[in-house]
């Protein structure tokens, strides 16, 4: 069974803990699979995020690792109408180069999606951490953590210089160690409209 947040905020007009694969429209819509830092559930996770986007159009397997960036510092990923900026941030990076290259993806390469996936830790006691990053960040929507120790065990919701909401959501290392973040957008404009966030995918969901 899934474990999943319910909270409600803006600019979404609604969080939700049901999943919106049962909803119709995959287009307007995205999904976020990532996995935790456990390398006893690695296997298992990529196994689960393989079988979870051949099943479903919406679906996209967050890459975390060095190689799958080329080494370059971000990537962009198209799913549907969804196009998708993803950043790679360590604590060799800037946060004023962090922000720079998310206001470039979105400016320059009309990205409606801003995730970045984070090995900075959720709460550091000196330096920048993921809730710092969010705090100081503009065009970041989500970051997806990957410290293996240091993280939050549920969804977190931050607020950036705009005031506007950051997800910041780590696939906890206990279980199945495998998350997801499910974006739907309005069909008529570029707004977001609704966020579903499980903590812990067990299991797949039976329709698309």
Do not use: W
Not at 50 to 71: M, S, W, Y
Not at 147 to 157: A, G, K, L, S, V
Not at 166 to 178: K, M, Q, S, T, Y
Request: glycine fraction near 6%; hydrophobic fraction near 40%.
């Amino acid at each position: 069974m899934a474990a999943t947040a319910l909270v409600l905020c803006r600019p979404f007009k609604s969080f939700s803990a049901a999943s919106l694969f049962s909803e119709p429209g995959s287009t307007h819509k995205i999904v976020f699979l990532h996995s935790g830092a456990n390398p006893q559930m690695a296997d298992y996770a990529l196994e689960k995020m393989a079988l979870i986007t051949r099943k479903h159009p919406a679906a996209v397997q967050v890459p975390q690792d060095e190689v799958a960036f080329n080494g370059q510092e971000y990537k962009i990923i198209q799913k549907g109408d969804i196009k998708t900026g993803l950043i790679r941030v360590t604590d060799k990076s800037s946060v004023d180069g962090i922000n720079q290259l998310a206001e470039q993806l979105k400016k320059d390469h009309h990205c409606q999606l801003i995730v970045c996936l984070s090995s900075l830790g959720f709460k550091q006691k000196t330096g920048i951490d993921d809730i710092r990053l969010a705090e100081k960040s503009a065009d970041i929507d989500i970051i997806i953590g990957n410290h293996p120790t240091n993280h939050c065990t549920n969804p977190f919701i931050a607020r950036n210089t705009h005031r506007g909401e950051v997800i910041i959501h780590h696939a906890a290392d206990n279980g199945f160690g495998l998350g997801s973040i499910e974006i739907a957008f309005d069909k008529k404009t570029p707004t977001k409209c609704a966020v579903a966030i499980n903590n812990h995918l067990s299991r797949l969901p039976e329709k698309a």
